[in-house]
Nanobody
């Protein structure tokens, strides 16, 4: 199984970035997907989650209204559109797959419970 994240970079505050995570080696539509981030000196946190069909989503309060998670099961890819970026959004962003979590409990996803992880992509927001 491979999850390949891409799309990170350096952006000014107020700018936008779109992260992608392409999955292979698994039946993608059987997994809920999450985007996590980890800033230096901080614990990894759930940023957004999406159900198997894309019909259900969850956002952390700090990104709600600014970030949008989506998925394309035909392309085995999950996206994170980030807008109105703030310096505090600076972190390594990683995608992860979870077979057990239901669409109704996306908010409960934790790093320790994810089945597969992609290598992170750095997002740096300058002030």
């Amino acid at each position: 199984v491979q999850l390949q994240a891409s799309g990170g970079g350096l952006v000014q505050a107020g700018g936008s970035l779109r992260l992608s995570c392409a999955a292979s080696g698994l039946t993608f539509s059987n997994y809920v997907m999450g985007w996590f981030r980890q800033a230096p000196g901080k614990e990894r946190e759930l940023v957004a989650g999406i159900g198997r069909t894309g019909g259900t989503t969850y956002y952390a309060g700090s990104v709600k209204g600014r970030f949008t998670i989506s998925r394309d099961n035909a392309k085995n890819t999950v996206y994170l559109q980030m807008s109105s970026l703030k310096p505090e959004d600076t972190a390594v962003y990683s995608c992860a797959a979870d077979r057990r979590t239901t669409s109704q409990t996306l908010r409960t996803m934790k790093p320790s419970g994810m089945d597969y992880w992609g290598k992170g992509t750095q997002v740096t927001v300058s002030s």
